[in-house]
């Protein structure tokens, strides 16, 4: 049963910082591309941020670059997303996500896996 399970969302005012953290029970973890999704109440689900199997290379929607930082951890089986700066508009529902082909890409039909989500609220 594969699971990834994330945490570290919360409320916190704009300009603020969060850490979310995914943990992922997908075998071998470092055969996979991780990315990061949010949807927000009344949206479609958008791309945030992917990182390769080794974290060498990353992908970042543009809303989010020089902000955001996606990194993972192998021996940890887990992957981050650092929040910086954070805007109101950033207020959504944050889910994780595998892609068992190992590519850095955008496009939520493209994973496969997924979590339950973690709600961050940056409140103005």
């Known amino acids: 049963q594969v699971q990834l399970v994330e945490s570290g969302g919360g409320l916190v005012q704009a300009g603020g910082s969060l850490r979310l953290s995914c943990a992922a029970s997908?075998?071998?973890?470092?055969?996979?591309?991780m990315g990061w999704f949010r949807q927000a109440p009344g949206k479609e689900r958008e791309f945030v941020a992917a990182?390769?199997?080794?974290?060498?290379?990353?992908l970042y929607a543009d809303s989010v670059k020089g902000r955001f930082t996606i990194s993972r951890d192998n021996a940890k089986n887990t992957v981050y997303l650092q929040m910086n700066s954070l805007k109101p508009e950033d207020t959504a529902a944050y889910y994780c996500?595998?892609?068992?082909?190992?590519?850095?890409?955008?496009?939520?039909?493209?994973?496969?896996?997924w979590g339950q989500g973690t709600q961050v609220t940056v409140s103005s």
């Open positions: 996500a595998a892609d068992h082909l190992g590519l850095v890409r955008p496009y939520a039909r493209e994973y496969d896996y």
């Open positions: 997908v075998r071998p973890f470092s055969n996979y591309a």
């Open positions: 990182v390769s199997r080794s974290g060498g290379s990353t």
